[in-house]
Nanobody, 126 residues
Framework: QVQLVESGGGLVQAGGSLRLSCAASGRTFSTYTMGWFRQAPGKEREFVAAIRRSGGGTYYADSVKGRFTISRDNAKNTVYLQMNTLKFEDTAVYYC???????????????????WGQGTQVTVSA
C-alpha cells in the first residue's frame, strides 16, 4: 500500500506560480513512475505530467509544456510540480499518482496508475 499526500495548492493570480508537492510512503519510491493529473469542474480527469523511475525522464501534456516542470527527490520520497505562468484554465483539483507495477514508458492514462492522492485545489484568478 502506498499513501500519497499532496500539498501546495491555493489561490493565485493569472501569470503567477505555485509549486505542488506529493509525499509518498514506501521504501521503493525510486522505482515508481509518478504522475500528476488534474480535474476541473464538470470535466474528466486529465494527464498533466509524468516522471519516470530513478532516471527521471519527463513527459508533459501539450497544454502545460514549457510552463510546468515535474521533478522528484527520491531521498525525500517526494515528487514536485512547479507551475509557472498560470492561466485561468489551469484551475482544477490536482492529483498525484504512483505506478508501482513497473514499466519503463511514460504513462498518461488514469488506469495505468495504481495509487492516488486525495488532491489539492489550484485556483487561478483571471
Amino acid at each position: 500500500q502506498v499513501q500519497l499526500v499532496e500539498s501546495g495548492g491555493g489561490l493565485v493570480q493569472a501569470g503567477g506560480s505555485l509549486r505542488l508537492s506529493c509525499a509518498a510512503s514506501g521504501r521503493t519510491f525510486s522505482t515508481y513512475t509518478m504522475g500528476w493529473f488534474r480535474q476541473a469542474p464538470g470535466k474528466e480527469r486529465e494527464f498533466v505530467a509524468a516522471i519516470r523511475r530513478s532516471g527521471g525522464g519527463t513527459y508533459y501534456a501539450d497544454s502545460v509544456k514549457g510552463r510546468f516542470t515535474i521533478s522528484r527527490d527520491n531521498a525525500k520520497n517526494t515528487v514536485y510540480l512547479q507551475m509557472n505562468t498560470l492561466k485561468f484554465e489551469d484551475t482544477a483539483v490536482y492529483y498525484c499518482a504512483a505506478r508501482v507495477r513497473g514499466g519503463t514508458y511514460y504513462y498518461t492514462v488514469r488506469g495505468e496508475y495504481d495509487y492516488w492522492g486525495q488532491g489539492t485545489q489550484v485556483t487561478v484568478s483571471a
